[in-house]
């Protein structure tokens, strides 16, 4: 029980700080609201727990032995990263007599997780603190992948609930355009680590 709560500990700290899920569940938030935002929630909370389970079974073996899989996913990452900051900076409703464009799906949001920085080092940091080579390493990816899933759930919409609140804050387009502007920014700004190689 201790470890399931050390691991709780890891899990929140490490997501509920800002990151490219938490600024993107923000601005989904203030652009979409939170009906339209839970396929994109569901798809952080479900795609980063499958990920972990993924690392902690094997896939770090893998980029181990091929170590140009781990830099093209470094790089496909920093280039959908710096295409959703477009995104967000062009999502104010109806610009230019525009439609608000969509929201996340569940699958985009899962599959995000793939290419994004936090998360892979959420996930391997987790896996390496929290596994015991002299016990099944399986049951305790299981476990760790568990915790994280429960744990994301409040944090996400936390960072929902800021957007939706900020949609209140925000009373015209011109504001709106502004935050847009200001998310898509820190956005690339959380992508500046990931490029020093």
């Known amino acids: 029980m201790e470890l399931i709560l050390t691991i709780a500990l890891f899990a929140f700290s490490s997501g509920i700080t800002p990151g490219p899920n938490n600024i993107m569940l923000m601005s989904s938030g203030v652009n979409f609201g939170v009906k339209r935002s839970l396929p994109h929630l569901f798809g952080i909370c479900i795609g980063f727990p499958a990920m972990v389970l993924a690392i902690g079974l094997g896939l770090s073996a893998v980029f181990q032995s ?4 781990h830099s093209i996913i470094k790089y ?4 959908y990263l710096l295409y959703l900051a477009w995104l967000i900076a062009n999502s104010s409703a109806k610009m ?3 439609d608000t464009p969509s929201p996340l799906t569940f699958i985009q949001a899962a599959a995000f997780q793939w290419v994004n920085p936090k998360a892979w080092v959420m996930g391997i940091g ?3 603190a929290f596994t015991s080579m002299s016990h099944t390493l399986a049951p305790q990816v299981a476990t760790i992948s568990l915790v994280f899933f429960v744990v994301a ?3 996400a919409f ?3 609930g800021f957007g939706v609140a900020l ?3 925000l009373k015209n387009q011109k504001q709106q355009k502004i935050f847009n502007v200001t998310m898509a920014l820190l956005l690339v700004l959380s992508i500046l680590p990931m490029i020093r190689p």
Do not use: E, Q
Not at 66 to 69: E, G, H, Y
Not at 76 to 79: A, H, K, P
């Open 76 to 79: 496909v990452g920093i280039t």
């Open 96 to 98: 230019n007599g525009k």
């Open 126 to 128: 987790a896996v390496a």
């Open 66 to 69: 091929f170590p140009v899989l």
């Open 167 to 169: 949609k209140r804050i």
């Open 153 to 155: 759930l409040p944090s």
């Open 158 to 160: 936390i960072w929902l």
